[in-house]
């Protein structure tokens, strides 16, 4: 990452009706070439975000830099920014052509200079031979390309994407995902990317800033988020995570004890906790979880009763009642040497304590 | 697999018919449901559409009540050179055929006579009176005894251009001509053009009153389509309210603000704006019916473009800000390009209500704000002239559907969306 940030929110709150702050106290800086995910479920402020950014809505407090240029008062048109939109926003009475000659024609640029910027819009996108297609006669994935394709026919170094993917079939969508993640690293330009799929978010950014309530709860790498998140929203939001509450009653060298009711003292990673005495949410990915480990290997080791098993293929998602969590999820590799587990046992489960973590209840 | 897929062998139905004509039979089933169902519509708009438009066309060219009345004197009338009076042969015909037709038949073919040339009525109405007493011949002498007009020649010639059963000279009419004796087309006499003027009104006025309307409707849809739904139900509200009262109301409304004494008015004069001896003349002219018809249809503007502009998703104007436009660049270059739909079936809509319309330039028109629509109504229910009336009607028709022709050819009839 180099020295100056490509964008910077400093201290930066909205609030529409100025009642309710949409977006409390944001800052971030995201680096030049960064592919930055703003993640986060819908009315947490992440769209309000990238609208600031764009221009279409005023920060009600704080500044925001484009390469250390205040850009608060600078009108969208000139922000010099470009951007996908939810839905494409393609304009239905122009062709494909039309479209990207759209920004290069309000510019004034000569016929040459528009031809060959359009051939190479369009090329880099596969869709040479679409020209003169109207946006309707196109599929949706084509749409897509096209709107990444006009985003980036003025080489703007900072491209907003807002739910690109959110009208595609599944498959499109991580065929899409793949593209844009390679488009962004050809051309090395900075990207901030919305949704509130976490599954895009994890295939396609350097960092994802998790939102919830106007506030940013975590950023950090994918990796990071899905393997040490810092407070039971991100825990929850993003992966599957199993819930076990107790209260915390020592703590030493990062680990605490924790009393959980029906299952004993449950040894954990301290992250987010309020001390001894506090009560305490433990997380645990259902991965993690082994069923009848062998005695001694692992820290934590409790009894479940199998409630119900769902064969995957892959492996058996199995569902099992837990000191009272009758929504305790393990997932048990489909492998031959693991016997079968029934419906109404009792089985022993186990994990480390690396794989739990105490947080924030 | 069985047998029954076999490629070459029918599908069968499990009783033994043939798959195919079991279908075709169920299908004929629901679809002359379908067509019972469409049935009653489609009679419907025969009998109060289709036929009432083609009875107007052939009301508009028919001219056969003439030859009705007049049939032995019309079969002799191309014997006559037309140059001096005819002879007692004419005489002849003409007088069996007036004592011969039935009263009522006769006062009809009068009066489309006296279209022609005036004084036929009252001169036929006195002749078939006074013919009763008249028992033989010479019938020429006989004749313009009774009234003198017989011995005028421009009487008979008069009937040359009433001879064939159907007739042009309604369309004529209607454009200030008229056909001579002779079947020679010529201007009305200058006391008796009003059409073209009319026709030019109607037309100025229609094309002012949409244009009037389409730059007050485009910023009122405009708003309805972008306000958070509390407040565009309220405006809505106020569109449709005016639309829901009775025209009438509406137009009393207007003239009690428009007239000289009127609201309008008196607010000027109290605040000094105008002397109360300039009192605006607001009313009873072309101003006063270009004001109300502009009110009157206005919702038919601002409903298509509304429709249309609610499905604009506000994006398109951003995204062309985003890729450098200006908001009104992105408005002229982006917006009301998407808008051409609404706009198009809204400019319709107005033109063709306002071309035809009649109530409102009946009431506050005065001498100068009368339509062709006024007109038409006049033939209709005053002067019973109906075959001018039927001409002007299937005018009108003809000159909106070329102007939808036009629409078609520069916009696109599949582009317009109503609503």
Redesign the interface.
Known sequence: MSAQPAIRFDKVQKSYDGEVLVVKDLNLDIAKGEFLTMLGPSGSGKTTCLMML???ETATNGDIFLNDRRINDV?????G???V???Y?????MTVAENLA??LE??KMSKSETESRIKRALDMVELSGFASRRPLQLSGGQQQRVAVA?ALV?DHEVVLMDEPLGALDKQLREQMQYEIKHIHENLGITAVYVTHDQAEALTMSDRIAVFDDGVIQQLSSPEDLYERPENSFVAQFIGENNKLVGTVKAESNGVSDVEVPGAGTVRAKTVNTQGIGGDTLLSIRPERVHINPESGALENTMTGKVEELIYLGDHIRTRMSVAGNDEFIVKVPNTQRQSMLKVGESATIGFQTEACRALDV | MSDATAPNQPLMTSDGRLLKDALQQSLRRSKLKALGLISIPFLFLVIVFAMPVFNLLVKSVDDNLINEVLPRTFAIYEDWDGTELPGEAHYEAMFLDLTGAEGIQIGKASTRMNYDKSKWKSLIKKSARKFKNIESGPYKEVMIKTDKKWGDITFWQSLGSMKDPYTFGYYLNAVDLRYNHDKSVTAQPENRRIYKMLWGRTLLVSLIVTVLCLILAYPVSHLLATLPLRYSNLLMICVLMPFWTSLLVRIVAWMIMLQQNGVVNDALVHNGLLDDENRLAMMYNFTGTIIVMTQILLPFMILPIYSVMRTISPNYMKAAQNLGASPALAFLKVYMPLTVPGVGAGVILVFIVAIGYYITPELVGGKDGQLIGNQIAYHLKSSLNWGLASAMGVMLLAGILILYWCYDKIVGIDNMRMG
């Open positions: 764009a221009g279409f009108a969208p048109s000139k922000r920014i470009g951007m939109f939810q839905n926003a393609l304009f239905p009475h759209f920004p309000v510019r006009r003025l």
